[in-house]
């Protein structure tokens, strides 16, 4: 009696996994898209804040060094600087240990802000693998 409550239980177990994964696996293409949207807005919500920063540092201290802070190599080490001391200020503020994980990440994600910074700015706006799926 046992066996067969085990083995009835185990049948629709396997029958419910499958159903699953056959519902995942079919509408894999639309999360993927709804993933990119996802990444796009939160490139562009960065976009939105790191211009607003370094727009206003450039307008203070562009008279006293030489450098223009919105041209390419320099915009894209001041949007990488700008997120490691977010992700610090933060990790600071919820008293959690610094990870190389997430730095890395926070890095790349600079990285990424501050090389498409003239992406933003077409009229198709930033196209991150829509040509994927």
């Keep these: 009696m046992i066996g067969r409550i085990a083995f009835g239980f185990c049948s629709i177990s396997t029958t419910v996994v499958m159903f699953a994964m056959m519902l995942f696996f079919r509408n894999l293409p639309k ?58 200020f933060i990790s600071a503020i919820f008293d959690k240990p610094l990870s190389i994980w997430i730095a890395g990440c926070s890095a790349l994600h600079g990285f990424l802000v501050g090389y498409l910074w003239v992406d933003f700015f077409e009229p198709s706006g930033l196209n991150l693998g829509d040509q994927l799926w």
Excluded at 37 to 65: C, D, K, P
């Design 31 to 88: 999360l993927m898209r709804l993933f990119l949207q996802l990444i796009r807005h939160l490139l562009y919500l960065s976009f939105l804040i790191y211009q607003a920063l370094l727009v206003w540092i450039h307008n203070q201290t562009r008279n006293e060094n030489g450098i223009h802070l919105l041209t390419n190599p320099f915009r894209t080490v001041a949007c990488i600087l700008v997120s490691l001391t977010f992700y610090m």
